[in-house]
C-alpha cells in the first residue's frame, strides 16, 4: 500500500518544576518530536470549598469562566478557539480540586494558552450568561440524576458519617443557585476572588519546546493571575465511623454490581500513582490472577478501580464488580480481602513494580501530550503499604447495585436513591490460594528505535448476521493475550461491532507479529469456556447500554443504521461450528510496518477469506429509526453519509464539520439552552463517513429539536456566504495543517488510511483530500451546505414529535 508518512520517533521528555514570583506552581514537560501541547492547570478549590448557601457554586464557576473574558469575548474564547482548531478542551471540578485542560497544535499553543489564563484571571461572569448557563447546569443535573455511576457514588457517600460533606448536594442546579435571589452573582464574584489565584494553582505545560522557553512563556502570561498564596483549608470531618457498611441499591435496567469502597485518611500526595499500580495489578487478566479467578468462579466480569474522591489527607477507593447473574457478593468480598493481604505481604514487589515500571515507560513512548500532563506520578513501595494497610473490612463499604426493587428511600449528595441498609453478614472463607502473577511471556525490554507497525482486521458474515454472542465469546477468549500484549507495548483491541468483528494491533513490528500469531490461532480454535459465555456477555452489553445516557445510546446504535438487522442466529456450540462460521466469512485487512514478509503470511493465517469488494452498499432513501426509551429527555442523531463526489467533496464536508463544531455548542447549548448532551462534526461509522448532529434536551421534542438544526444550518449558509477570501483561507488553512499533523503521525496516518480502507476508496485518496482543499472554493462549499438544508428540511416532516428518540440517516 502507497502510503506516505514521517514517523519522528518520541525523544525522553524532560521535567522542571519551579515556583513564579506571583506564587504560580509550574510543572513544565519538554516532549521532543511531538507537534501537539497541552495544559493542564489546577486550582487548589473545589465544591467543597464553595459558600454552603450555595449548593453547586463551584461547578457553576467553572462553566461560567469559559463564557468570556476581558481579553476575549465567549466567541472567541477558549472553548470556540480550541474547538475550531480540533484539539481538546475541558475542566471538571472535584472537591478540592478544579482542574481546566486542553490540547492544540503547538503553532497555537500560546494563543491557546492567553485565552485560559485570561478567563481564569479576568472572567466577565455576566448577568446573561449566568441565566443562560444555569438552565444548562439544570439539564447537566437531570442527565445525572439518571447516570448509574453518580447515583453509585452517591449512595457511598451516603454510608460516611452524617453531615461530611461528601454527601452534600454539589452539583447545583435550578433550585440551589437561585438567581433571582440576587446573592448568587456576588458570592461568585467572591469565590473567585478568593480561590483563584496564583498561589492556589499549579500550571503545567507539555510541548515541544525547550524548558526555558515555555518557563518564560508561562511567566508572561501568568503574571496576569493575582498574587495570592495557598490559603489554610478547613479540613473536612472524619469518614470514621460509618454510618453503614453494607447497602443494596436499585437501579432499574442496569446490569449487577458489587462496588467495595474503602475509605482511606493519612496517604498524602502520591496516593494516585499508588492507586494507579494497584489497578494495574488487579485488573491483570493474567491466568492466577484475581481478575481470571473471580471470572472462572462464576462471580464477576470486568474489574474497575476508581478514586471518585481525594481531597487533603481523605480519599474514597472504589472497586467496581460487574457481576455475573446470581454470584454470592460475600464470597466475592472475601476473595477480594484476601487477595489483597496476599498482595501485601508479597511486599515489596520488586519484579512487579519493575514490569509497572517498563509498562508505563512503553507507553508514555506514544502518550500524547495532554495524557501525560494529567498523568499521575512516581508510585513508592511506602505509600503502598500504607494504602494496602488501609483495606481492611472495618473501612469497607459494601454496595450492592441492581435492578431488584427495595423499600428505603433516600437523598444523598442530592439525588435521590432507592436504597436500603443490608445486615452486615460475618465474614466468609476465601476459597482461591492467591500468589502474584506468572511473568508475562512478551516482556522485553524494547528500544524507542525499534520498527512500529500496525494491523487492522476487520470480519463479517457473507449471509447473514453474526451467530448469537459469537463476537463477545471471542473477545473474552482473546482478552489474556491482549493484555499482556498492552504490558509489552503492544496496543489492541478486539471489538464486536453490529454485524462485523474488527482486531487492531499496534506496536513493535517484531513483538505485534508474535502477538497477532498467538491471536490468529486463538480466533481458529477458542476456548469453547469462553465462547459459551457470549450470549450472556452479549445480553449484559445491550443492559448495560440501556441504561446509558438516550444520546450514549444513540452514538452506540449508529452503526445499526448500516447494517443487517437480522435477529442473531443460535450460538456456537463446539469448534466444528466456528470453523462453519469462518468458512462463510470474509475479511478486510490493512497492515504497515510489517513488511511484505511479516504482513502477508500473518494475513494469511486470518480465518475467513479476503473481501474482494471494494466498496459497501448504502442504501438510498431517508431513514427515520425510532427507539422508545424510559424518562423525559428527547434525543436526536443525524447523520449524512457522504455519497460520491470524490475527494473535492469530502474536503468541502471535512471544511464545513471543522467550522460547525464550535458554532453548534455555542447556539444549541449556550444560546438555546437545549441540552448538556451535545456532538457535532465530520464522522466515519464502519465504511460510512459524513457529518453528524447530536443533541439530547430535556426540553425541546424530537421535531423541535430537528427544527433548531435546519435554522442552524440556516446561519451557517448566510455566515459562510459572508466570508472574504481572507476569512475564507484562514478556516482552509486550518483544517490543511490539521490534516497534514494526521498524516504526519503514524498512529492517525495508519488509522486514516484503514478509514479509506474500509470506504473502498483508493490508497492515495487522503492526499488527495489534501490536494482539494488547496484548490478548494468557496462557491463549492456554499454548494455542500445546501445540500445539508434541503435534506434536514425533508427529514422534518418524518420526526414523530412524541417519539422521544429518533435516529435519522438521509441518503441521495
Known amino acids: 500500500m502507497n502510503i506516505s508518512f514521517e514517523l519522528a520517533h518520541a525523544a525522553p521528555s524532560t521535567t522542571a518544576e519551579m515556583r513564579q514570583g506571583n506564587g504560580l506552581h509550574l510543572r513544565l514537560i519538554c516532549q521532543a518530536g511531538v507537534d501537539l501541547a497541552a495544559t493542564v492547570l489546577e486550582v487548589e478549590a473545589g465544591s467543597f470549598d464553595e459558600p454552603v448557601a450555595y449548593p453547586g457554586l463551584a461547578h457553576f464557576l467553572e462553566h ?21 482548531l480540533g484539539g481538546r478542551v475541558n475542566a471538571t471540578t472535584g472537591a478540592g480540586i478544579t482542574r481546566f485542560f486542553f490540547e492544540v497544535p503547538a503553532t497555537h499553543f500560546e494563543d491557546a494558552l492567553e485565552r485560559l489564563l485570561d478567563m481564569l484571571a479576568r472572567p ?14 439544570e439539564a447537566e443535573y437531570r442527565a445525572r440524576a439518571q447516570d448509574p455511576q453518580t447515583l453509585c457514588d452517591a449512595a457511598l457517600a451516603w454510608a460516611l458519617p452524617a453531615g461530611h460533606p461528601l454527601g452534600g448536594f454539589h452539583a447545583g442546579n435550578a433550585s440551589s443557585l437561585r438567581l433571582e435571589d440576587g446573592g448568587v452573582a456576588a458570592a461568585l464574584r467572591a469565590f473567585h476572588r478568593s480561590h483563584f489565584q496564583a498561589g492556589r494553582m499549579r500550571l503545567t505545560l507539555v510541548g515541544p519546546e525547550p524548558l526555558e522557553r515555555m518557563a518564560a512563556l508561562a ?8 498574587c495570592g498564596s495557598s490559603s489554610q483549608r478547613i479540613e473536612s470531618p472524619p469518614m470514621l465511623p460509618l454510618r453503614a457498611q453494607a447497602l443494596q441499591l436499585s437501579l432499574p435496567g442496569g446490569r449487577p454490581m458489587l462496588h467495595l469502597g474503602f475509605v482511606l485518611d493519612a496517604l498524602g500526595e502520591a496516593l ?9 495489578t488487579l485488573q491483570s487478566e493474567a491466568e492466577g490472577g484475581l481478575l481470571a479467578t473471580l471470572r472462572a468462579a462464576g462471580l464477576c466480569d470486568e474489574l474497575r478501580v476508581r478514586l471518585p474522591y481525594v481531597r487533603g489527607e481523605q480519599a474514597l477507593l472504589v472497586m467496581v464488580f460487574d457481576l455475573v447473574a446470581g454470584a454470592d457478593t460475600t464470597v466475592l468480598e472475601a476473595e477480594v480481602i484476601e487477595w489483597l493481604a496476599a498482595f501485601r505481604n508479597a511486599g515489596p514487589w520488586a519484579e512487579l513494580r519493575e514490569a509497572y515500571a517498563e509498562t508505563q515507560r512503553l507507553r508514555a513512548q506514544n502518550q500524547q501530550p495532554l495524557e501525560l500532563a494529567l498523568a499521575a506520578g512516581r508510585e513508592s513501595p511506602e505509600v503502598l503499604t500504607m494504602l494496602l494497610g ?14 431488584e426493587p427495595v423499600d428505603g428511600r433516600v437523598v444523598s449528595a442530592g439525588f435521590p436513591l432507592h436504597m436500603s441498609v443490608l445486615p452486615r453478614v460475618a465474614e466468609r472463607q476465601a476459597r482461591a490460594s492467591w500468589s502474584m502473577p506468572e511473568a508475562n511471556p512478551y516482556a522485553r525490554v524494547m528500544d524507542a528505535e525499534e520498527s512500529q507497525a500496525v494491523l487492522f482486521l476487520r470480519w463479517r458474515a457473507l449471509q447473514g448476521s453474526l451467530p448469537g454472542g459469537l463476537g463477545h465469546g471471542l473477545q473474552r477468549a482473546l482478552r489474556p493475550i491482549l493484555w499482556q500484549a498492552r504490558q509489552a507495548g503492544v496496543e489492541g483491541c478486539f471489538v464486536p461491532q453490529a454485524d462485523s468483528l474488527e482486531l487492531v494491533l499496534n506496536g513493535h513490528a517484531d513483538l505485534l507479529t508474535q502477538v497477532a500469531g498467538d491471536l490468529m490461532d486463538v480466533l481458529h480454535s477458542p476456548s469453547l469456556t469462553a465462547l459459551a459465555q457470549g450470549p450472556r456477555l452479549e445480553a449484559e452489553a445491550a443492559r448495560q447500554l440501556a441504561s446509558e445516557m438516550p444520546i450514549r445510546q444513540l452514538f452506540q446504535q449508529m452503526a445499526r443504521l448500516f447494517g443487517d438487522q437480522a435477529d442473531k442466529s443460535a450460538p456456537l456450540a463446539d469448534h466444528d461450528e466456528v470453523q462453519a462460521f469462518w468458512s462463510t466469512s470474509c475479511w478486510q485487512g490493512l497492515h504497515l510496518g510489517l513488511g511484505e514478509q511479516g504482513g502477508q503470511p500473518l494475513l494469511a493465517r486470518a480465518p475467513g477469506e479476503p473481501d474482494m469488494a471494494s466498496a459497501r452498499h448504502t442504501p438510498d432513501g431517508r431513514v427515520w429509526r425510532r427507539m422508545t ?3 423525559a429527555d428527547a434525543a436526536v442523531l443525524l447523520f449524512y453519509p457522504l455519497l460520491g463526489g470524490g475527494a473535492e467533496t469530502e474536503a468541502a464536508w471535512r471544511l464545513l464539520g471543522l467550522g460547525q ?12 439552552q437545549l441540552g448538556y448532551g451535545l456532538a457535532c462534526g465530520f464522522r466515519q461509522v464502519g465504511p460510512h463517513r459524513g457529518l453528524m448532529f447530536a443533541v439530547q434536551s430535556p426540553r425541546a421534542s424530537v421535531a423541535e429539536i430537528v427544527q433548531h438544526i435546519q435554522a442552524f444550518l440556516d446561519d451557517c449558509h448566510a455566515r459562510l456566504s459572508k466570508l472574504d477570501a481572507g476569512q475564507f483561507d484562514t478556516q482552509r488553512r486550518t483544517l490543511a495543517a490539521q490534516l497534514m499533523r494526521q498524516a504526519a503521525r503514524f498512529t492517525s496516518c495508519v488509522e486514516q488510511a484503514w478509514h479509506d480502507r474500509l470506504a473502498g476508496l483508493p490508497d492515495d485518496h487522503a492526499a488527495q483530500v489534501r490536494q482539494a482543499l488547496v ?9 455542500e451546505q445546501q445540500r445539508l438544508q434541503d435534506d434536514v428540511s425533508a427529514c422534518r416532516a418524518l420526526a414523530n414529535a412524541d417519539c422521544p428518540i429518533g435516529a435519522w440517516r438521509a441518503a441521495d
Request: charged content about 30%; overall charge negative.
Open 390 to 403: 488501609q483495606l481492611r473490612r472495618d473501612r469497607l463499604i459494601h454496595l450492592h447495585v441492581s435492578s
Open 629 to 631: 426509551l424510559p424518562g
Open 661 to 672: 463544531e464550535p458554532a453548534f455548542h455555542q447556539r444549541m447549548r449556550g444560546e438555546l
Open 64 to 84: 461560567l469562566l469559559f463564557l468570556g473574558s476581558e481579553g476575549f469575548a465567549e466567541e472567541q474564547g477558549l472553548l470556540s478557539f480550541v474547538q475550531g
Open 219 to 226: 511567566g508572561r502570561l501568568g503574571a496576569r493571575l493575582p
Open 124 to 137: 466577565l461572569l455576566a448577568s446573561d450568561a449566568m441565566w443562560r448557563e444555569r438552565e444548562v447546569l
Open 272 to 280: 494516585e500513582p499508588a492507586v494507579e499500580f494497584l489497578g494495574w
Open 775 to 783: 484548490r478548494l472554493e468557496l462557491e463549492r462549499v456554499l454548494e
